[in-house]
């Protein structure tokens, strides 16, 4: 008797974990086939953009334009979409967001924003662990599985960020960084609605890492959702001064943070400690051919 | 007799191999370290003017303008924020701008140095360029994490002084994101660099690069 329910039970425990399996498959595979034709797609507008660079030779300017990517004007070619879902956002910003995250601020003692914090990095962890070994970066990926262990176990389930006292501290990786260690070009700039700043590669980014977090095939839609929207008051009640302060700054708000978006990505890519101007691929934060360029008239 | 004279001279000779030894290799180490140091003395007279508590405000602001005016080249990353847009305009527009510009960095740094001035500060590395260095420094406040602060520093003209072209905190550049702000700004105001001065100028009377104390 108890030998069969336990058959029936495993029976039926494979058949949801094949159909996971099955599933995970096939998404996965749609999901490189996107990836595929996104870095297809990424790389033209970019050559488009080199050649229009280097046709006005004339102009030193544009050249330097052309070879410095972190730059204004280049990489956004539906601009006026994009300032456009910028200032939808901005808006959604001013009435909703940063009030709500305010809000959260002031009414949530510290210690349990930071705990609210610790419990959904811990529930990203497959996510980045899962990014940390696709950049096949080993040393990372075991300071994020140590880090599952510690907080889950001796800091209740994520709540206690043990692991960072420790010395082990918390990193961030998604797939748009992933792809960028790949080689992968970043492609033209996009703000999407409600999420911002990003572009191409981070886009698919984005849904590759829904797909490689578990969650996404485990968990209730309700919760998924509620995840998210929590990680994305919790993110803004941390930057509220820092994002006022940006925008009193900046003369062109829009250009300033797709400038800073694009910097902050590649030094993410980076992870801050390669030597900029030596990593591959990558732009360098000072360009060596700036020397080129004469001021003069 | 002669055995002794001649181990002295053997000592002599290994003392003053030594010597050269040591000369060589410090002259060679302080070359490549020479932009370091300019920054660790530059952070040091920093520390000693802005942590002066018994200066006033306009003092202060004063002496940090000086120190900007001496070590940083306000008026090449002046050129280079605007890029096309320096070379389409009048003299006149560019020198307010450059003033401007002036007060601009003044108005939004003098802060940050002044908060970052007691914190510790290291230089990790210098890595020399065709025609200029990167100082890679590292940044730690009082209660706050290390940063990578990248520094960007060429030789000046016909001297051996060193001048600061460009400032890298965690891989924002300072110029770079300058750049994209004002020249973009530049596009939407058909190029006018006058229009640009005046509303930079609005900008820093009513205090808007002031960085909030942080909460």
């Known amino acids: ?297 | 007799m002669k055995q002794i004279t001649g181990f002295i001279k053997n000592i002599a000779a290994l003392l003053a191999g030594a010597a050269f030894c040591l000369a060589v290799f410090n002259g060679a180490a302080n070359a490549d370290d020479a932009a370091g140091h300019f920054l660790k003395t530059l952070q040091k007279k920093a520390i000693s003017q802005l942590s002066n508590e018994d200066i006033s405000t306009e003092e202060r602001e004063k002496q940090f303008r000086a120190l900007l005016n001496k070590n940083f080249d306000i008026d090449g990353i002046a050129r280079f924020v605007i890029g096309k847009y320096w070379r389409k305009a009048e003299d006149s527009h560019r020198k307010e701008f450059t003033t401007i510009f002036e007060d601009v960095m003044v108005q939004r740094f003098l802060p940050t140095f002044s908060q970052y001035a007691d914190s510790e500060f290291k230089v990790t590395k210098v890595v020399p360029k065709k025609s200029f260095f990167i100082v890679f420094s590292k940044v730690k406040t009082e209660n706050g994490e290390p940063s990578q602060v990248l520094w960007r520093i060429e030789k000046k003209d016909n001297s051996s002084d060193y001048i600061i072209t460009d400032i890298a905190a965690e891989g924002i550049s300072l110029r770079s994101t300058y750049r994209s702000d004002y020249t973009s700004a530049l596009k939407s105001l058909g190029g006018n660099l006058s229009e640009l001065n005046s509303k930079l100028r609005e900008k820093v009377q009513s205090g808007d690069f002031a960085p909030k104390e942080s909460s």
Request: charged share 25%; net charge negative; with cysteine.
């Open chain 1, 1 to 297: 008797m108890t030998v069969e329910t336990n058959d029936r039970r495993n029976v039926v425990g494979l058949g949801i974990l094949s159909e996971i399996n099955s599933r995970l498959i096939k998404r996965l595979v749609a999901f490189t086939a996107v990836a595929i034709f996104v870095t297809g797609c990424a790389s033209k507008p970019n050559s488009t953009l080199q050649d229009e660079a280097n046709a006005s030779t004339d102009d030193q300017w544009a050249q330097t334009e052309g070879s410095t990517a972190v730059d204004e004007g280049d990489n956004d070619p539906i601009e006026t979409v994009n300032r456009f879902i910028f200032a939808f956002n901005d808006a959604a910003d001013t009435i909703i967001f940063r009030p709500v995250a305010e809000g959260y601020r002031f009414l949530v003692p510290s210690p349990i924003r930071d705990s609210v914090r610790n419990f959904l990095r811990n529930t990203y962890t497959p996510v980045i662990l899962a990014n940390d070994l696709l950049q096949g970066d080993l040393e990372k990926a075991e300071n994020t599985f140590a880090r599952f262990l510690i907080n889950t176990i001796a800091g209740a389930g994520g709540l206690a960020d043990v692991a960072s006292q420790t010395g082990l501290e918390y990193h961030s990786e998604d797939f748009g960084q992933t792809m960028g260690t790949w080689g992968v070009p970043e492609g033209p700039y996009l703000v999407l609605p409600i999420l911002g700043p990003s572009n191409v590669r981070d886009s698919v980014g984005l849904v590759g890492d829904a797909l490689l977090d578990p969650l996404t095939y485990v968990a209730k839609t309700e919760v998924l959702i509620g995840r998210k929207v929590t990680d994305g008051i919790d993110k803004r009640s941390r930057n509220i001064e820092t994002v006022d302060e940006l925008k009193r700054d900046s003369v062109d708000f829009y250009a300033r943070v797709r400038s800073l978006y694009h910097q902050k990505r590649e030094n993410e890519i980076n992870d801050g400690t390669t030597e900029p101007t030596l990593a591959p691929g990558l732009t360098d934060i000072f360009p060596e051919d700036d020397d080129q360029v004469s001021y003069a008239e």
